[in-house]
């Protein structure tokens, strides 16, 4: 049974908010170019979690919402946030945010909108979005296949993940035009997140297909990775390389 994706993160708050990577700021540029996303923007960041992307934006000088419906996930984001006086955190969902209407200039959603109900999703955006407002969806995709690390690593996670081959988003994250009135425009950066093996061995708990620690394919998994680290590090490092997808629209 595929486990509700708001219940689906809350044993993996730390591995995530420690592990889990960053956006280029080439996104926050590109948002304040197209999306005019300023010190005066209000926007709201669906599905916030820890506030990796969320500090990306308050870092701007705009008001930002957060809104998580996972009471792990949000109270990690709030400690993150606490020194941005900007930031609200609220619980909600993308398809119910509890936001008042005609509220916000900016949508986005980082990781996430793969979990979203898009009918649901956009209709609640278009009420929550100020005319003329924006969404914005945006992913890290791990290349599956660039180097022999990263073929390994994938085949670990056929291997030994719960439902991964069920929930993983690579392809969602480039087929989003449900959710837009018309046809976004995509934008592509490449990025990097490189690690040792105990912050690779954090990035593999915080992702919600990987077995707990009772699961009879926890330690195997484990040593897996141990071996496939091994084999693979230079300098005592491993990378991962990802293509950071940015889809932008706007609702009338």
Not at 141 to 167: C, H, M, N, W
Request: glycine share 6%.
């Amino acid at each position: 049974m595929t486990m509700q994706p708001t219940e689906r993160f809350s044993t993996r708050v730390e591995n995530y908010a420690r592990y889990r990577p960053s956006y280029p700021a080439a996104v926050i540029e590109l948002l304040q170019a197209t999306c005019g996303l300023a010190e005066d923007s209000v926007v709201s960041d669906i599905a916030c979690g820890t506030g990796i992307f969320t500090r990306l934006l308050l870092e701007t000088g705009c008001r930002v919402i957060g809104v998580e419906p996972n009471a792990a996930m949000r109270s990690a984001g709030e400690e993150f946030l606490a020194d941005y006086p900007k930031f609200t955190s609220i619980k909600g969902t993308a398809e119910t945010t509890t936001l008042a209407d005609h509220s916000i200039d900016i949508v986005t959603a980082a990781q996430a909108a793969h979990w979203f109900n898009p009918e649901k999703a956009q209709r609640e955006f278009r009420r929550i979005l100020r005319p003329g407002g924006w969404l914005v969806l945006l992913w890290n995709v791990r290349s599956l296949d660039a180097t022999p690390f990263a073929r390994e690593y994938e085949q670990l996670l056929i291997d030994y993940g719960t439902d991964y081959e069920f929930v993983r988003h690579e392809g969602k994250a480039r087929e989003v035009p449900e959710f837009f009135p018309g046809e976004p425009s995509t934008h592509g950066f490449l990025w990097r997140q490189e690690f040792n093996y105990a912050a690779l061995q954090g990035r593999l708990l915080s992702s919600s297909y990987s077995p707990e620690p009772s699961d009879s394919r926890y330690e195997p998994m484990l040593r897996e990775l141990r071996r496939i680290f091994d084999v693979h590090k230079e300098h005592d490092r491993v990378a991962f390389d990802y293509d950071t997808l940015v889809h932008i629209g706007q609702f009338s």
